[in-house]
């Protein structure tokens, strides 16, 4: 049968974004939200109290609008399209003291660790909004009270090992980031079709799939200490993903990621589909290509993969979350486990002495194009700022939130929702090489081992760029340690030779390793990701990470352990014809 | 390779309860353009790969590709204001492939000790709405899948077979059923998104002036499911059905902690059979009026007494006690309490009742019903069901899973999305030769106090829901959660009351039947079972029960809010804001 394989042109995508620059006007003086949000709160702050029982000390509300468009299409047919918008108020409400409070507590029932959410009119009308914030904060008072006693009631019979007050005091900040921009949702639909007719005419994918994001979130806060804000974080996010069988069956899949604030940030529909393209041809050749079983020796990451080495396995170490005291001490030692260990690295060498790592919010872009990971301020309303967190290889403090712990009691004002997020990742290297020198080097590195070839590798998974959510990761296990699976590896010899592995594991590599890192280059590469502050994977953030190559002296790479499913029965459609 | 799926939870729960879709456009809609050639698309697909597997070791002898298209337009409002909207379309696809033969294939139930397994098709695969290419190719990557998982369950049903006692009668796993070829035309959405929003404003606006309303949300909502069906026996099938409602939920708190829910639905197949907007406010105002009588309702403790149920209350009730134990595929589960199996013939209820399964009524009185289709999930043609004749029960809702005694299918296979299908209810119509006044059924109803010396029955007007449990492993109860109840005092009187839950057992329920009342109502809801949440209506009378049992609702012990609302109060608020004294 033959099938006739029709291109469609490539439409471009509209520019649809006011200006981002603030303007200057009274902190949301006019918004009906932000007046039925103070009026609340100072009367909650005033009057909210259950006889014998403590009132508020802190209270904060975030509202959290977003209008969103989101679209998925595959091989230049649209799978799905929604559109709509929301708005949702969170309500943080303290009772006790800054010492000792309801919070970083967990009950032994469930009931009281439900986050207090509700949804808010997206009208804004004052009286509609002041009625369901006192309903919202009448249901957090309560389960404040319930939550402080109930700490208290466990902690009759448990000493506390570290008295770390339970959030730390700052000064209040306000910051108005209103510009009344909009972001026309529409293109969305228009860009996951278009891009996934790049795939077409592919018989070699089994799957593939163009998922577009869009929206514009806007935050508005405000707190009993006199902090407020409001926020505009525009927000486009593009994966385009696709999947093949190896010849001999192996699950393959590859992907293109792609953040932008703006749709005229995005590359031109053209370069975009060369990219998918070029992607196509890369798990095309991948299929072809034959396994290692398994390599134990130098490997040289560079550029995506150096990036997403940083961010699956460094990174979420930079990360300080406390533990709650639990009701049930058993689940105080299980906890125990899942302790970050740079807590206890601070001061001491977690990198080699030629590398600096610093969070940094306030930089707008990185070779004039803008950076994920810039924020004016952080969801506690502090103002962003620049953390140094690792200093010539010495461990300096941990991103932070106002929860303090004891290894880093203040604030690095780095609250993204619940938990902490660097804002952009630099990884600066004090020295590096030439990237020939440092292939020379990893080629002497592999000699001295005895060996006839090195391992370099240039794509690994990503977090947020997986195409089947079910499965795990790429290719069903090809998962090791923490890190997703390397998807663009080689086998490069010293004449320059290099042989594509299609995919394979690294096993066991951690965080300590990254102090025995042995070289790195002179130049640095900016990579966006999928971000998560857990190590075990979790919701993602994109966060720009800017990072030399990397040359690790001693790494197991080996052949994931799965089965491998047979091919398909019947042919690919396209195949026939 | 892929693994068995995980078995459906042991507690078989069916609520026939109204609940927001979760999924699912009039600016967006891409309509079905190339809709013409979808059914052609599957079946050259279909054919392509059944050419294949059928030559294969452990060939595949059946192949069934539906895909659902659901379009979808929300709009949401609460207090007054708009709190939500959203529109959206996908399209998703469902495979039925199966290995063996139809007196033994890969969907036969497996033995508690192999892991029960389930009928489940695996998670339906999001498809194009639109593009020949993208169709052919998740058509072709899940038909391939599909194949593997079957000859991986048939392996372990052959052994299955082995290991086991004989259980089941030799009825077989599947029916034959005749080639049907039909062909809608796309139903078009038509929502008037500003005009809902101005709606759900309007409906939810009363509730703000009552400062003892916690909750109240009004839902607009409209959405078309259009289906494309293939299979290998010929059938190519395409439907197209609209959905409209009007969903209007409040809830107060009684200052001892018990929530106290209100609900009202509006359901249509068009935009225009949405009741206007004088109707949908007074039904609000009523609710508003409920929720204030229901907070100084007196308290009513467990009861066991005569009762009399609204049509509404009696078609959830028939539908938990009776319908679902009449679906075929719980009279050959090994698991399964089969309370009817062996009762064809023998009358189940008063001689002067009768009920129906008829999918193809779309309309009772000026109400549509929502449990209306052509053609069931499997391709069968939808008919009436006479289920209980003259009070004599004759006859099970069949999908194509044949029991002992029905062999065939009578158009009642369905399912949602992502779910194999199973015979469920459609629309359940009870009839009655003889019928009463409400005064008449209230009469007696007090006759049957005064006679048992009691000093009140109940009368069970609104209701939320139900669920029921078919299993034999665990006790077959019904609940139904009435939202209004009234007391009916021996000198005629009726009181408001709260707090009770109508429970009980099947047959003993059945045995307690005495009467119709000439006033029938239509209940329009949703249905979850194991193949996924259905829509499903009744059409009953009210009935007289000579013998209810009630038992305590849930309650919380969570207190009113401590602060009046702020409209009490908003001035001062205003008046300490501008004074600064907030920061």
Known sequence: MNLAIVTRPMLAVVVLVAGVAPVAAPLAEDSVLMRAMRDELARSMAELQLEDAEKPYFLAYRVQERTYGNATASLGGLLSVSEGVNRQLLVELRVGDHSFDNTNFMAAGSAARRPNVATLSVDDDYDTLRRQIWLATDIAYKRALDQLAGKRAALQNQTQVKDVPDFSEMPPHQYDGRTDGQLDTAPARTLARDISTAMRGRAHLSRSEVRVTAYLERTWFVNSEGSEFVRETPYIELHALAAAQAVDGTELEDFVALWAKRWEDLPAPTVLADRVRAMTKRLEQRREAAHIERYAGPVLFEGQAAAELVSQVFGPRLVASRMPTFENPAMQRVSARYRNPFLDKIGSRVLPRFLSVVSDPTIEAHDGVTLWGRQSVDDDGLPAQRTLLVERGILKTLLSTRVPLAEVPVSTASRWRDAPLPGSLFVTPGRGLADEELREELFALASERGLDHAIIVRRIGSRSARLDWRSGGFGGDGRSSSVEPLIGAYKAFPDGREELIPIAGLSNLSESDFRDIVNVSEATSRHDTGFSPSIDGGATWPVSVIAPALLFEDVSVRRPMANIPTPPLTPHPLSEG | ?583
């Not at chain 2, 225009?272 to 204030?292: F, S």
């Not at chain 2, 030769?433 to 005064?450: G, N, P, W």
């Not at chain 2, 602060?563 to 004294?581: H, K, N, Y």
């Open chain 2, 1 to 583: 390779m892929s693994q068995p799926r995980a078995p459906q939870p042991a507690l078989v729960q069916r609520r026939p309860q109204v609940r927001l879709a979760s999924c699912a456009v009039a600016t967006l809609l891409l309509a079905g353009q190339a809709a013409a050639g979808v059914l052609e698309v599957m079946r050259e697909e279909l054919e392509r790969s059944r050419e294949v597997l059928s030559e294969q070791p452990t060939p595949a002898y059946y192949l069934s590709y539906e895909i659902t298209e659901d379009k979808t337009v929300s709009v949401g409002g609460a207090f007054g204001s708009l709190t939500q909207g959203w529109e959206s379309v996908r399209r998703s696809l469902d495979v039925d492939l199966r290995v063996g033969s139809p007196a033994l294939d890969n969907t036969r139930e497996l033995s508690q000790r192999v892991g029960r397994g389930s009928r489940r098709f695996g998670r339906a695969a999001p498809i194009p709405i639109e593009d020949e290419e993208g169709l052919r190719s998740v058509l072709w990557y899940r038909t391939d899948a599909r194949y593997k998982e079957a000859i991986e369950r048939f392996t372990k049903v052959q052994a299955d077979v082995q290991v086991n006692v004989e259980t089941a009668e030799e009825t077989g796993d599947f029916s034959l059923e005749k080639a049907e070829v039909a062909s809608e035309d796309t139903v078009a959405l038509r929502a008037d998104r500003a005009g809902w929003e101005d709606k759900v404003r309007q409906y939810t606006a009363p509730f703000a002036d009552s400062g003892h309303i916690f909750s109240a949300n009004a839902t607009i909502w409209g959405n078309v499911e259009t289906r494309w069906y293939v299979n290998s026996e010929g059938s190519a099938i395409k439907t197209s059905t609209a959905y409209y409602r009007v969903s209007i939920q409040a809830v107060t708190r009684a200052e001892d902690g018990m929530v106290l829910p209100r609900s009202e639905q509006f359901f249509s197949l068009t935009p225009e059979g949405l009741p206007d907007d004088e109707t949908v406010m007074a039904a609000v105002h009523k609710m508003v009026g409920d929720l204030e009588a229901l907070r100084a309702a007196p308290l009513v403790e467990p009861y066991a007494g005569p009762a009399i149920l609204s049509g509404k209350a009696s078609g959830v009730f028939f539908h938990e006690i009776l319908g679902h134990r009449l679906e075929g595929h719980r009279q050959k589960g090994a698991t399964e309490g089969q309370t009817f199996r062996k009762m064809v013939g023998e009358a189940v209820l008063p001689e002067t009742f009768s009920v129906a399964f008829d999918p193809t009524i779309r309309r009772f009185g000026a109400t549509d019903l929502v449990g209306a289709y052509r053609y069931d999930n499997q391709g069968v043609k939808a008919r009436r069901v006479p289920v209980i004749v003259d009070g004599v029960l004759k006859n099970f809702l069949m999908a194509r899973i044949p029991i002992e005694g029905f062999p065939r299918s009578n158009g009642h296979g369905r399912k949602n999305t992502g779910f194999a299908p199973v015979a469920r209810q459609s629309n359940l119509i009870v009839e009655a030769s003889e019928t009463m006044t409400r005064e008449e059924l209230k009469a007696r109803l007090l006759a049957m106090v005064e006679r048992d010396g009691k000093d009140f029955g109940l009368y069970l007007d609104r209701i939320q829901g139900g669920f029921t449990i078919t299993r034999r492993d665990l006790p077959n109860v019904f609940t139904v959660t009435p939202t209004l109840v009234y007391r009916i005092n021996l000198d005629g009187s009726e009181e408001l009351v709260r707090g009770v839950n109508l429970i009980g057992t099947p047959l003993t329920a059945f045995s307690r039947i005495e009467a119709a009342g000439d006033d029938f109502q239509v209940f329009n809801g949703t249905c979850g079972a194991e193949s996924g949440a259905v829509p499903v209506a009744t059409v009953s009378p009210s009935i007289l029960v000579s013998q209810i049992e009630v038992q305590k609702g849930s309650t919380t012990q969570t207190r009113l809010p401590i602060l009046p609302p702020p409209g009490d109060a908003v001035s001062d608020a205003r008046s300490l804001a501008s004074t600064g004294e907030t920061r």
